[in-house]
Nanobody, 131 residues
Framework: QVQLVESGGGSVQAGGSLRLSCAAS?????????MAWFRQAPGGEREGVATMHSDGTTTYADSVKGRFTISQDGAKNTLYLQMNSLKPEDTAMYYCAADLAPGVRYYGGAYTYNCAKYTSWGQGTQVTVSS
């Protein structure tokens, strides 16, 4: 398992920006992996926000497309989530997670990932957006 520690949360006004970081340690190299940001608002269900795959491809929830950007440092030890144009509905606890054994298919020159086994989670960082 990998240890994940999030940071960068805080309180901002609507329209503002925050950058979350997730430092990863204690893992062995994995050819294929999925790293993701999830969030959970009070009384709400956990939802996926953004995912980065080992080949650098990314996916986003429709609610954050065009506003959030997931990225990783060159050493692949830190995962980031740049959040711009924040809205009150973005208020939630944000978690990063790792799936080090995703299902992977190679077809038509591209990989398709099935990221379904997030076994490592951070403790979360709170993001609060006021109107």
């Amino acid at each position: 398992q990998v240890q994940l520690v999030e940071s960068g949360g805080g309180s901002v006004q609507a329209g503002g920006s925050l950058r979350l970081s997730c430092a990863a340690s204690g893992y062995t190299y994995s050819t294929y992996y999925c790293m993701a940001w999830f969030r959970q608002a009070p009384g709400g269900e956990r939802e996926g926000v953004a995912t980065m795959h080992s080949d650098g491809t990314t996916t986003y929830a429709d609610s954050v497309k065009g506003r959030f950007t997931i990225s990783q440092d060159g050493a692949k030890n830190t995962l980031y989530l740049q959040m711009n144009s924040l809205k009150p509905e973005d208020t939630a606890m944000y978690y990063c997670a790792a799936d080090l054994a995703p299902g992977v298919r190679y077809y038509g020159g591209a990989y398709t990932y099935n990221c379904a086994k997030y076994t490592s989670w951070g403790q979360g960082t709170q993001v609060t957006v006021s109107s």
